[in-house]
Structures are given as structure tokens and as C-alpha cells.
């Protein structure tokens, strides 16, 4: 993947930031990868996302 994390823009202060990363199980059949962070939006709340793998490349966020 080539830009694997730069879809997501995280806040780095005190112990916020990308705290886990997981490749789903069935990622060879739906490339999904999840990720667990807290972005740069106010108030500060962490955030599941699913991102897809098209071609090379992370899209297509999905917020659960």
C-alpha cells in the first residue's frame, strides 16, 4: 500500500494519536483495514474506521 496512513490526520497531544491497527480477517477478499485513532477534530473523541484497499492505495473511510 503506498500511502497506507496518510488518509488519516491524527492529534498527537498527550496520549492521543493512532492507537491500533488492524488488518481484517477476510482482507484478501474485502482489503479492509481498521484503525483506531483520535483525529484533529474538536472535542477530541477516538475514532474506529474502516479504510478499503483500492489498487495500492487506503479510501473510502467508514466512521463506526
Known amino acids: 500500500l503506498t500511502n497506507a496512513l496518510e488518509l488519516v490526520t491524527d492529534d498527537l497531544n498527550g496520549e ?20 483506531f485513532y483520535t483525529p484533529l477534530l474538536a ?3 477516538n475514532r474506529l474506521s474502516r479504510f478499503t484497499r483500492v489498487g495500492s492505495a487506503l479510501q473510502n473511510e467508514q466512521v463506526e
Do not use: F, S
Open 16 to 35: 492521543r494519536g493512532i492507537t491500533n491497527i488492524a488488518v481484517d480477517p477476510d482482507y484478501l477478499t474485502n482489503g479492509h483495514v481498521w484503525v
Open 43 to 45: 472535542p477530541a473523541r
